[in-house]
C-alpha cells in the first residue's frame, strides 16, 4: 500500500458537509454591520424586514417569511402548519425528514404520520406517490394531507420543472398541500438556471423551507408560506418551540449580504462546479463507480474499503452513512478546486482498487 502523502496535508470536514465550512464573506459583512447599537428583538428589526422583503421581491410573491435557527425546526414547524394530528405526510424514503428529524414533524404536529413511498435516484415518482395515497383511503387510516419535496434530493439528484409540476398535480387531484425541503435550493436554482418563482410556486410548493446554513450563512433558515394561509399563527408555533430568536437581527443580518447581488447563487454555482471538478476525476479512476449522477453539489462515490482507510489517515472527512455505503464528498461555497485536486490525487494514490469494471453514471441514467 502507498502510504506516501500525495498532496500537502488538508484540515478535516472538508467534504464531510456544506455545513462545515465557515461563513461567506458577504454574510459575514452583514453580520458584523449589524452589530451597531441597539436594536429591536423578536424579529421586530429593519434587518428581519429587510430581509423578507428581498425574499418577496426574490421569489416574485407576497409569501410569508420566518426564521428559524435550523432545518429540522423549518421542517418540523412547516409541516405542523399543514397538518392536523390525523393526517399524513409522504415523502421519500430518504427524506431528512424522515430518516434524519428525530420525528419532529411527527411531535409538532401533534401525530401526524410520515408515509415513505419509493424513490429512483432520490427522487419520488408520481405513480408510486398516488399508489401511497390510494392505498387506504378510509377512515382507519391517516388521511393524506402533504407531500413532501426534498429539492435538491438527499442523493445530489434534482427534479426537472416537468417532475415537480406533476409530484405537484398528483398531490392537487387529492387535496393535499405541497412541502419543499430546500436545505440546498441555492444549488437547485444554480444548477437549473431558472427564476426561484419557477421552481417553487409557480411549480406548485405551498410552503418552502429555505436552507441558509448550507449555502454560507452562519446558521439559520427562512420558512416560506406562498400560501399565507398556512402561515395563520406560525409564529406562535415558532415561539413555543423555541424557534423564535431574541436577538433575531443576528440570524437575519446574514441573508442580507447572502441575497445581495445574487451572492448565494454565485456561491452554490461554485459549490456546484466542485463537485463536477471532483465527479469527473472519480469517473476516470478504474475502482470508483459513481453511484448517482452529479448534479449539484454532492458526490457519491463506492471506493475500495482500503482507500477510505488511507484517505482517513491523510485526514480527509466525508460521511459514508448516505446512500448505501458510498463515499458522500459533499462541496460547499468555500471548496477550491486545489482541495478537489488534492483529494482526487489521494485517492488515485491508494493502490486499492475495485475489481469491477467501472461504470458510468451517466449512461444509467440516459
Ligand atoms: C435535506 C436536508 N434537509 C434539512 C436539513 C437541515 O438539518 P439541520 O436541522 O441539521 O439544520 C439537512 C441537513 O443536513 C438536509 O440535508
Not at 425541503?181 to 423551507?209: F, H, K, M, S, Y
Request: charged fraction near 20%.
Amino acid at each position: 500500500m502507498n502510504e506516501q502523502r500525495s498532496s500537502a496535508p488538508i484540515p478535516g470536514y472538508q467534504f464531510a458537509s456544506d455545513n462545515t465550512a465557515g461563513i461567506c464573506p458577504e454574510a459575514l459583512a452583514t453580520l458584523v454591520e449589524a452589530n451597531v447599537g441597539a436594536a429591536a428583538s423578536y424579529g421586530d428589526d429593519q434587518y428581519t424586514a429587510l430581509v423578507a422583503d428581498r425574499l418577496r421581491e426574490i421569489f416574485e410573491c407576497e409569501c410569508e417569511v420566518f426564521f428559524v435557527f435550523n432545518g429540522t425546526a423549518a421542517n418540523s414547524l412547516a409541516i405542523s402548519a399543514c397538518c392536523q394530528s390525523y393526517h399524513s405526510v409522504i415523502c421519500s424514503d430518504v427524506a431528512h425528514l424522515e430518516t434524519d428529524e428525530c420525528g419532529g414533524p411527527e411531535f409538532f404536529s401533534g401525530g401526524a404520520k410520515v408515509l415513505v413511498s419509493e424513490t429512483c435516484q432520490g427522487k419520488l415518482l408520481p405513480e408510486s406517490v398516488e399508489r401511497l395515497i390510494t392505498r387506504r383511503l378510509d377512515i382507519h387510516h391517516p388521511k393524506p394531507r402533504v407531500l413532501s419535496l426534498t429539492q435538491p434530493t438527499e442523493m445530489g439528484t434534482l427534479y426537472s420543472l416537468e417532475e415537480l409540476r406533476a409530484l405537484a398535480d398528483t398531490a392537487r387531484r387529492f387535496g393535499m398541500r405541497v412541502h419543499m425541503d430546500g436545505a440546498r435550493l441555492a444549488n437547485a436554482i444554480a444548477a437549473l438556471g431558472r427564476p426561484p418563482a419557477e421552481v417553487t410556486w409557480q411549480a406548485g410548493v405551498d410552503v418552502l423551507c429555505l436552507g441558509g446554513a448550507k449555502m454560507g450563512l452562519p446558521l439559520g433558515e427562512a420558512v416560506v408560506f406562498f400560501d399565507r394561509e398556512l402561515a395563520s399563527d406560525f409564529e406562535y408555533r415558532c415561539k413555543q418551540a423555541g424557534q423564535l430568536a431574541s436577538k433575531m437581527r443576528f440570524l437575519t443580518a446574514p441573508w442580507l449580504g447572502m441575497l445581495k447581488d445574487s451572492a448565494w447563487l454565485r456561491h452554490a454555482a461554485q459549490a456546484n462546479r466542485m463537485a463536477q471538478r471532483l465527479s469527473r476525476g472519480l469517473e476516470q479512476m478504474a475502482g470508483v463507480r459513481l453511484l448517482y449522477p452529479t448534479e449539484v453539489n454532492a458526490v457519491f462515490a463506492l471506493l475500495p474499503p482500503e482507500c477510505h482507510r488511507q484517505l482517513a489517515a491523510r485526514g480527509w472527512r466525508y460521511y459514508t452513512f448516505i446512500g448505501q455505503g458510498a463515499a458522500r464528498f459533499m462541496c460547499s461555497w468555500a471548496t477550491t478546486e486545489e482541495e478537489v485536486d488534492a483529494l482526487l490525487a489521494d485517492v488515485q494514490s491508494s493502490d486499492a482498487r475495485l475489481p469491477a469494471v467501472r461504470t458510468s453514471v451517466r449512461s444509467q441514467t440516459d
